[in-house]
């Protein structure tokens, strides 16, 4: 559990909270590059850390991420004519550049110099990986961007997408850096009989409660489960949690599997989800589809059961109208009772991302976590609340610069599952495997599942 104090704490994201100051210090993700599709393209509503903000892409293809507000009278820069390498506000016509420049101000005299004087509140972009990255941290000089490999492989192989979640973004991330809900929420319905003997799926829906080690990183914290396997061995499951708001989860093996995860806060009640992964990693068809391994017949079972379609309502211009699902809170998330009572499904919800939405929704915008029990699968959360709190308090009583903020090469790992001789040493034995930017073409996919 977490004191009310503390719950807070770690929750909050505005610009003037302890974690809204820790998340300012790291370059996010702000939108898709194609949210944006062509120079001079419309404006899009952007939420980011509760703050209102407007992008739009101009002439000379640069993207800029501009206050909601006109800095003249408040007008919404939304409705500004994205023309000439800057959006022109509809009100009087001030012009701003990406930067926040006021480029012209066609109602005041020609002499005047007003213009100079005021400057829109404008946030640095970059796009690499088809995401559109920000800073709004208080730097004149960014840091680098993170180097996470799946938002650095080469056009076509890459694949960027996002979904929005009503609640907060700690409650989302707190999902998957908990993979003891993985044999009830989504696998619960199956058994030993669905799975081929040998595989990451048979051991995991065999053994249900695993043991957990876990171990701070440079960048973050990482965590493994792990459960009896075959003869002298043992299944393991490797997550990574990476500042401020990255996950790599275990659905692949080690090695092969590269996917990013990432929550970030809208406002303090909407998060967006971003998952950027390699175009072999799953379908570009919506969020996974097929078996995380390309080399696999039968998917594993996450891969099978993530295979239902995420159906997306159209996008909205409005502020949370973006990349929203079709099951959702209002439809019960299209819960099928019958299959649920014929154990044929857990839940009866279908898709595994939409599982894991209603929980996690279903929870309140921002649980009370004063109100919880936790037990020792809840290890890894723990943890990284225990994280997140020291460096946002380190950070706002002695200005220590947070966990991987100027070292983006940290952020060169990966997650994923591997069989292991029983009694090996876990940090040691997977050390090699975990480095990102590696080809393991020894590695056999077939192994996850089937
Ligand atoms: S409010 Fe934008 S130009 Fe006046
Ligand atoms: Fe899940």
Sequence with gaps: MLTTKDNETVCRVGPDTPMGKLMREYWV????????PSRDSDPVRVMLLGEKLIAFRDTNGAV????????????????????????????????????????????????SDFRTKVKAVAYPTQERGGIVWAYLGPRATPPPLPDLEANMLPEGQRVAQAVLRECNWLQALEGDIDTSHLGFLHHGAKTD??????????????????????VD???????????????????????????????????????????????????????????????NTFSQR???????????STPTPEAAALAIPMRMQPNTTDWFGRFRLIQNASNDYLIDRDKQRRRLDYTGIPGIHQQDQAVTESMGTI????????GSSDVMLIRVRRRLLAAAEALASNSVTPPGVDHPEAYAVRGGGALLPRGADWLQATAELRKAFVDHPELDPTIAGG
């Design 29 to 36: 993700p702000a939108l898709l590059s194609r949210e944006l």
């Design 64 to 111: 800029g991420l501009i206050q909601n507000h006109c800095p003249h009278r408040g007008a919404s820069l939304f409705f500004g004519r994205n023309e000439e390498s800057g959006l022109r506000c509809v009100y009087h016509g001030w012009k701003f550049a990406h930067d926040g420049t006021c480029v012209d101000m066609p109602n005041e005299p020609a002499e």
């Design 193 to 214: 009989a669905d799975y081929r003997p040998g595989t990451f799926a048979y051991y995991a829906v065999h053994d249900r409660a695993p043991r957990y080690q876990v």
């Design 217 to 279: 990183t440079e960048y973050g914290a990482m965590y493994a489960a792990y459960r009896p396997a075959g003869e002298g061995q043992e299944y393991w499951r490797y997550a990574q949690f990476l500042f401020p708001f990255y996950v790599m989860i275990p659905s692949g093996v080690m090695g092969l599997q590269i996917w990013t995860r990432a929550w970030v806060p809208m406002d303090d009640e909407h998060v967006m989800f971003y998952s950027m992964h390699h175009a």
């Design 286 to 296: 919506g969020l996974p589809l097929r078996a995380v391994d390309p080399g696999a």
């Design 367 to 374: 649980f009370d976590r004063t109100q919880e029990h936790l």
